[in-house]
């Protein structure tokens, strides 16, 4: 069981706008920024956006993020095959077993 | 750019030990925390600790304190994380991964991933 909830799929067509949402507590993304990794199959998880919003250098701004209380979002636009795999976001959670969390996954199809 | 480069697939029984290795090139590797994360086949992703090595102190997730061990050789660059009592639920991929704690608190640059199998 996952510390962040995550819906365990979204899908949409080519060229389209998905949101992802990962929800927390007060102890974790109520109080710490979020992160969000994108998996392609059978690959490591590759950082796309970090402290909420930024984008690591060569992120293309068709990844955006954002946080509202104890709640986050992935969005992407412009869909296209490629940007099918797992979609993850993390953060700390300073509760007493204080550490990284992460949310279950997020399986994208691009139908 | 940072690079790390972990070592390859084991295959364990089960009650044995495995220890994997994390290879950094790029940056100072001393400047920065390296932690482990594993996921297990069709899973998610699950945090089990970390070293800072110019502290050579490791920080361990509750779940796995006692069982895993990571430690840090800063002449070779290399961190690495051993886990013991292994049983099958342990049958993962295992990643590296800098993490960037003084901030954001996030994974930046990730490992390849070790399969270890744990099976009789």
């Known amino acids: 069981q996952s510390v962040l909830t995550q819906p365990p799929s979204v899908s949409a067509a080519p060229g389209q706008r998905v949101t992802i949402s990962c929800s927390g507590s007060s102890s974790n993304i109520g109080s710490n920024y979020v992160s969000w990794y994108q998996q392609l199959p059978g690959t490591a998880p590759k950082l796309l956006i970090y402290e909420n919003n930024k984008r690591p250098s060569g992120i293309p701004d068709q990844f955006s993020g954002s946080k509202s209380g104890t709640s986050a979002t992935l969005g992407i636009t412009g869909l296209q095959t490629g940007d099918e795999a797992d979609y993850y976001c993390g953060t700390w959670d300073s509760s007493l077993s204080a550490g990284p969390v992460f949310g279950g996954g997020t399986k994208l199809t691009v139908l | ?120």
């Open chain 2, 1 to 120: 750019q940072v690079q790390l480069v972990q070592s390859g697939a084991e295959v364990k029984k089960p009650g044995s030990s495995v220890k994997v290795s994390c290879k950094a090139s790029g940056g100072t590797f001393t400047s920065y925390a390296i932690s482990w994360v594993r996921q297990a086949p069709g899973q998610g992703l699950e945090w089990m600790g970390g070293i800072f090595p110019i502290l050579d102190i490791p920080n361990y997730a509750q779940k796995f304190q006692g069982r895993v061990t990571i430690s840090a050789d800063k002449s070779t660059s290399t961190a690495y994380m051993e886990l013991s009592s292994l049983r099958s639920e342990d049958t993962a991929v295992y990643y590296c991964a800098r993490f960037i704690g003084a901030t954001g608190y996030y994974f930046d640059y990730w490992g390849q991933g070790t399969l270890v199998t744990v099976s009789s």
